[in-house]
């Protein structure tokens, strides 16, 4: 099974915290690389935050580095991601992705082999 399942989505004041999640099959969870991508109306999807299962390298963007964090919980195949002191700016639909390549540049969107359906995160002001 090569889909993804996110969950948690959801409208949050400036300020507050969140946590989305991506239920995988176990086979797909075991991928060399997942991450979650974002997507607002109008724009490019960008790269948000990675997770490499191999030394458990975990990648940030700019925009987000020190106030999300990117987690998995094995036992459960899901990937997570805790949203601190969100903005109005982080407003997008969050996606879930995952690939099986471990050289290619993890904010590379084409470089995923699966993705989810996404959850709408929404931030007031």
């Known amino acids: 099974q090569v889909h993804l399942v996110e969950s948690g989505g959801g409208l949050v004041q400036a300020g507050a915290s969140l946590t989305i999640s991506c239920a995988a099959s176990?086979?797909?969870?075991?991928?060399?690389?997942m991450a979650w991508f974002r997507q607002a109306p109008g724009k490019e999807r960008e790269f948000v935050a990675s997770?490499?299962?191999?030394?458990?390298?975990?990648v940030y963007a700019d925009s987000v580095r020190g106030r999300f964090t990117i987690s998995r919980d094995n036992a459960k195949n899901t990937l997570s991601l805790l949203m601190n002191a969100l903005k109005p700016d982080d407003t997008a639909r969050y996606y879930c992705?995952?690939?099986?390549?471990?050289?290619?540049?993890?904010?590379?969107?084409?470089?995923?082999?699966?993705w989810g359906q996404g959850t709408q995160v929404t931030v007031s002001s």
């Open positions: 176990e086979r797909t969870f075991r991928s060399s690389v």
């Open positions: 992705a995952a690939r099986e390549a471990y050289t290619s540049a993890v904010a590379s969107t084409g470089s995923y082999d699966y």
């Open positions: 997770f490499s299962r191999f030394g458990g390298s975990k």
